[in-house]
């Protein structure tokens, strides 16, 4: 259900641009597809809060910004 707020906030095709462009940029980094995918924006949000039931109820819009605000400390 996270990933289909992602998608609704970017109006689905933007989704998916920024979705293969963060997962290839991250490739080109780390050269392994597993971290790669795991350090995708939308994936940290999503798995970072599958268990909190009531994420979407008190999740900001495009709160999966602040991911990329963590990814540049890091």
Not at 16 to 34: D, G
Not at 44 to 62: C, G, I, P
């Amino acid at each position: 259900m996270i990933h289909i707020r992602q998608q609704l906030e970017l109006l689905i095709l933007p989704f998916y641009i920024l979705y293969i462009l963060n997962f290839m940029i991250n490739y080109f980094v780390c050269r392994n597809i597993y971290n790669s995918y795991r350090n995708i924006l939308f994936e940290q949000e999503a798995y970072e809060n599958d268990s909190n039931l009531n994420y979407l109820k008190s999740r900001k819009f495009a709160s999966w910004l602040d991911y990329l605000k963590k990814s540049r400390k890091s």
